[in-house]
């Protein structure tokens, strides 16, 4: 069984157009992330959340707004597209650890180009 | 910014010889772990450090963190064709007591066959 899964694995669309991204986790974790890879590889935060609440926010256009419905899902909703959206986004999650990092288990991404 | 820089950004060797990948980081951390990424796909956890540790073992791999220096090594031992990925590392960091990683800019590894 996939542990993190993310839907789509590509998603091809024009400028200006709002798009979703879907993560779900099936290992009982309590914090769940998005990441942007961008074309040189280099891999950022943008969101984090634990039990379905907001811990982190980095400086990401508010175009980008994650939605959890439950402690197993992540979703991403990115609105009016920009052609530097188009990047790797990854999913991960990892068990709670207080405030400590732990291994964190990452999805396959989702390559979304903007065209 | 990233937290971390590896060095080198890329790096090909033959079946059999060992490769070093070296991070530094900037900032307090309590651990740091390495990553592997291959062409195409997610990342996927190798080993952690934690910052009360010097070295640590797992199967082929060998880390080492210096904590003075802000430094960790990554070394594959007898590599294989099969290790061609990228590799990151990935710090935790103590100060603001956030969850997620700072990741460095990655080592492109190539192993010849």
């Known amino acids: 069984d996939t542990a993190v899964s993310q839907t789509p694995k590509y998603l091809v669309t024009q400028m200006g157009n709002d798009k979703s991204i879907k993560c779900e986790q099936n290992?009982?974790?309590?914090?769940m992330y998005w990441y942007k890879q961008d074309s040189k590889k280099f891999l950022k935060i943008m969101f984090s959340y634990n039990n379905k609440e907001l811990i982190i926010n980095e400086t990401v256009p508010n175009r980008f707004s994650p939605k959890s419905p439950d402690k197993a899902h992540l979703n991403l909703h990115i609105n009016s597209l920009e052609l530097g959206d188009s990047a790797v986004y990854f999913c991960a999650s990892s068990p709670w650890a207080g405030g400590r990092t732990d291994t964190q288990y990452f999805g396959p991404g989702t390559r979304l180009t903007v065209l | 910014s990233q937290q971390g820089e590896e060095d080198p950004q890329a790096l090909s060797i033959q079946e059999g010889e060992n490769a070093t990948m070296n991070c530094s980081y900037k900032t307090s951390i309590n651990n740091l772990q390495w990553y592997r990424q291959n062409s195409g796909r997610g990342l996927v956890h190798l080993i952690l450090?934690?910052?009360?540790?010097r070295e640590k073992h797992s199967g082929r791999l060998r880390v080492t963190l210096d904590t003075s220096k802000k430094s960790s090594s990554l070394l594959i031992t007898a590599s294989r064709a099969a290790d061609t990925a990228s590799y990151f590392c990935a710090t935790g960091r103590v100060d603001t007591g956030r969850r997620a990683l700072t990741f460095g800019s990655g080592t492109r590894l190539q192993v010849q066959p």
């Open positions: 290992l009982g974790h309590d914090t």
């Open positions: 450090i934690r910052s009360n540790e």
